[in-house]
C-alpha cells in the first residue's frame, strides 16, 4: 500500500471517488464544492488534499496551505480501520465525540444535518478502502 495520503494515494483516492458515479450525481444536484485535507492528528499540516467540483474529485496533490473548507484527522490506525470496515453514522458520531476524528477545519455539525452530505461523506471512507485494493 501506498503511504496513506501521499501523492500517489490521494491520486489513486481521486480516481476511486470518480468511479461513484451516484454520489458525484447526488453531490452535483446540490453543487458541492470542497476542497478536502486529510491528515494526522497531533501534526502541524495535512499531508493530503483533495478538491471537489459539483461532486467530482478534479485534483489530488499535497497540502501546501490551500485555502480549505474541511481538514480531516485521525491517528492512522484509525484511518486503516475506518477503511477497512468502513464508517456508520454511529461510528462518525462516537469517533467525533471521543476525538478519534478531529475537524481542524469545517463543521461536524453541518454534515451530520444535511442527508444529502452525510451519506457521501460516510461513503468516501468505503472509497478509501478501495484504494488499498487496488494499490
Known amino acids: 500500500m501506498s503511504d496513506l495520503f501521499s501523492p500517489t494515494w490521494m491520486q489513486a483516492y481521486l480516481n476511486q471517488w470518480n468511479t461513484e458515479s451516484d454520489r458525484a450525481s447526488a453531490l452535483a444536484t446540490i453543487h458541492f464544492n470542497s476542497t478536502i485535507a486529510y491528515g494526522f492528528k497531533d501534526v502541524a ?9 459539483n461532486g467530482r474529485a478534479i485534483k489530488a496533490e499535497p497540502y501546501i496551505d490551500q485555502p480549505l473548507n474541511w481538514d480531516l484527522r485521525a491517528n492512522p490506525e ?6 477497512s470496515k468502513g464508517l456508520s453514522m454511529m461510528g462518525l ?21 444535511d ?15 478501495r484504494v488499498l485494493s487496488h494499490a
Open 78 to 83: 484509525d484511518w486503516q480501520k475506518w477503511q
Open 45 to 53: 499540516m495535512s499531508k493530503g488534499v483533495l478538491t471537489i467540483k
Open 93 to 113: 458520531s462516537m469517533a467525533y465525540m471521543s476525538g478519534k476524528l478531529k475537524f481542524e477545519v469545517g463543521d461536524y455539525a453541518s454534515i451530520i444535518k
Open 115 to 129: 442527508p444529502r452530505i452525510v451519506g457521501p461523506f460516510l461513503m468516501s471512507f468505503s472509497v478509501m478502502g
